[in-house]
Structures are given as C-alpha cells and as structure tokens.
C-alpha cells in the first residue's frame, strides 16, 4: 500500500515497516527495503503510482536491521542500482549481518508483547549487499534540492535519518515510532544512552513532518512534538 505524504514524497507500508519513496523529476530513491522477500509488494506499490521498477535509481538504507535492509540485495541484482549506508552499518551489511547484539527494550508492557510475538524470532542475518556506497554524517545528496544525512546512531550504531531541508521533512527511521498515535521510543536500542542523546539532537532540528520505520508519520510540528517527548 503506497500513500502520499508530500507531493514528492511517498509512504509505502508493508505492514510490519515503512519504506519511504522520493521523486525527484522522475528518478526515484528508495529509503529502505523491508523484509526479505519486500521486493514484490514494493514493486506492486510503484505501479499503483504509474512507477516502474527500473524507475529505481538508488537505495538509501536507514540501518542494518532486517527489515530495513532485507531485500536490498535483491533489489540491488535486478536493477543494478547504488546502495547507499552510513559506514559503521554498511560494513556488517556487507556481510550480510542484520543486527549487533545484545539490544536492550525499552520498559513497557507493548514493547515487551511486540518482542515477544515478532521480534525475538525475527531473522538476524540478510543477504549481502555488496559495493555500498558510504555515508557520512552532515553529507548532503543531491535529491530534491538537498537531503541531509544525520547520523543518528543508539538503535544502531551506523543508524542514518534523512532530512529533505527544502520540504522540512524528516524520514526518521527508527530512531524513535509513532505505532500508537504518540511519538515514543523503539522498541529496541543497542545504545539507549545514546539514542536519547540523538532523539535531542535531532530534535533541534527544523522539520514539520516526520516519517517513521513504524507507525503513521506525525503531519506537524514534528521537531516540536519530538522535543516535547524526548527532551
Ligand atoms: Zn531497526
Ligand atoms: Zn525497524
């Protein structure tokens, strides 16, 4: 399922994660993959916007995790497009590692139930990506007049969030969720020190809206409402 969030810029949810879309004149970037086995369903999402698959001209992935990196391989063979990482991630990415262990959850009744019922039998590995192009933090790109790379590391080390500074968006992986209608914490940090200190950080930034790994994006006073929560 494909929805508009900006003119440009596009949500495609596959139930248990979010990938993020961007047209910049026609050529796409893909903000992560989902799963292993995403391709099709993302293939399925472009059509429903007039898109073809070969419309794909870059992957950009948020972090290591599985169902953020799963079918990036894949998707990476059919089209022969880049793969960009922050470093720290891309090296275990390109060895097919999805996940740095232990993780601590966060305290609460609905992280523990989505633990217990999803993540913990959760795959930890993911096909190999090769030839990652490396990101570093405060890097721009060059879609869509400028999109910011921060580094945003806690719920992993090499974690990225993308700000498209001229639209004031933020595709926030999962640095934090919006799974219930609040912005609140993930359900899992490598780094939980870390990640509060990033959620301030980021927070400092100017954006109105922001887009989540999981859960619905918040439409407003985005870096408002997520220094509220997180300061
Ligand atoms: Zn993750
Ligand atoms: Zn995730």
Redesign the pocket.
């Known amino acids: 399922m494909i929805k508009n969030i900006i003119k440009n810029i596009y949500q495609i949810d596959l139930g248990v994660v979010n990938c993020y879309l961007i047209d910049d004149s026609g050529a796409l970037t893909l903000i992560d993959t989902g799963v292993d086995g995403a391709e099709k369903k993302i293939f399925k999402a472009l059509a429903e916007i007039g898109k073809k698959p070969t419309d794909l001209k870059q992957i950009i992935l948020?972090?290591?995790?599985p169902?953020?990196a799963g079918s990036a391989a894949v998707i990476q063979q059919m089209l022969n497009i880049p793969v960009y990482a922050h470093y720290t991630d891309a090296a275990l990415i390109e060895k097919g590692i999805g996940m740095r262990e232990p993780m601590t959850r966060t305290p609460g009744f609905i992280s523990w139930l989505v633990y217990s019922l999803l993540l913990k039998k959760a795959p930890k590995t993911i096909t190999p990506v090769s030839n990652i192009i490396k990101l570093n933090d405060e890097q721009v790109l060059p879609i869509l007049a400028g999109a910011k790379v921060i580094h945003s590391p806690g719920?992993?080390a090499g974690?990225i969030s993308l700000l498209i500074e001229k639209e004031e968006l933020l595709i926030a992986?999962?640095i934090c969720m919006n799974t219930n209608g609040l912005v609140d914490y993930?359900i899992?940090y490598e780094d939980v020190t870390l990640a509060k200190q990033t959620l301030k950080n980021i927070s400092k930034y100017n954006f109105k809206i922001a887009c989540f790994?999981?859960g619905k994006p918040v439409m407003s006073s985005a870096s408002k409402k997520m220094t509220e929560k997180f300061s």
């Open positions: 948020t972090h290591l995790h169902d953020h719920h992993s974690h992986g999962d993930s899992l790994g999981h």
